[in-house]
T-cell receptor, first 115, second 113 residues
Framework: AQSVTQLGSHVSVSEGALVLLRCNYSSSVPPYLFWYVQYPNQGLQLLLKYTSAATLVKGINGFEAEFKKSETSFHLTKPSAHMSDAAEYFCAVSRGSSGTYKYIFGTGTRLKVLA | GAGVSQSPSNKVTEKGKDVELRCDPISGHTALYWYRQSLGQGLEFLIYFQGNSAPDKSGLPSDRFSAERTGGSVSTLTIQRTQQEDSAVYLC???????????FGPGTRLTVL
């Protein structure tokens, strides 16, 4: 079975500070990993994904994530937070190249950016 | 359309009533997914459609929930005899192929009184 754990349901950072949102996964097969962002009253938007190529993945809006197999982690980072980054972020895992369609989502982390 | 659309955006119903939620996927996308997002919880997979294949209904929480996809396009999620615990945001997503990037709609917020 696969699972995702997002540490910290709420994270606050100052504008201009580093953003670090944590995601750890559990998977018995090589996983595919995703980060989605959800703005208020909107659907989820794909930020970035890891599909067994480069371990450092760059996404939209200056975000990136690094796949670390030894730590079973896929943390999301951004060097400098903007006010517009305030949203809820979801990490998800799927079964990689076998049975890829079912995503297992974490419980989300709400990011607050302080002026 | 340009993206996945869902209707209605909000639905308030009384306990025991049936509701229908609609999803219009991106044109040309063969795969369609329904998820449920409850307060304080992540997204819970409900059901998956791929082309003409039998749907994967493994995530439906009870037999009060059903879904269909007509003509390989529009999908309807039906909840019969709604309960208060059904209150959630129901999200639909589609992808070009099975395993492709999933694009999400804005969701339907269901409130059962």
């Amino acid at each position: 079975a696969q699972s995702v754990t997002q540490l910290g349901s709420h994270v606050s950072v100052s504008e201009g500070a580093l953003v670090l949102l944590r995601c750890n996964y559990s998977s018995s097969v090589p996983p595919y990993l995703f980060w989605y962002v959800q703005y208020p009253n909107q659907g989820l938007q794909l930020l970035l994904k890891y599909t067994s190529a480069a371990t450092l993945v760059k996404g939209i809006n200056g975000f990136e994530a690094e796949f670390k197999k030894s730590e079973t982690s896929f943390h999301l980072t951004k060097p400098s937070a903007h006010m517009s980054d305030a949203a809820e972020y979801f990490c998800a895992v799927s079964r990689g190249s076998s049975g890829t369609y079912k995503y297992i989502f974490g419980t989300g982390t709400r990011l607050k950016v302080l002026a | 359309g340009a993206g996945v659309s869902q209707s209605p955006s909000n639905k308030v119903t009384e306990k025991g009533k049936d509701v229908e939620l609609r999803c219009d996927p991106i044109s040309g996308h063969t795969a369609l997914y329904w998820y449920r997002q409850s307060l304080g919880q992540g997204l819970e997979f409900l059901i998956y459609f791929q082309g003409n294949s039998a749907p994967d209904k493994s995530g439906l929480p009870s037999d009060r929930f059903s879904a269909e996809r007509t003509g390989g396009s529009v999908s309807t999620l039906t909840i019969q005899r709604t309960q208060q615990e059904d209150s959630a945001v129901y999200l639909c997503a589609s992808s070009f192929t099975s395993g492709g990037d999933q694009f999400f709609g804005p969701g339907t917020r269901l409130t059962v009184l």
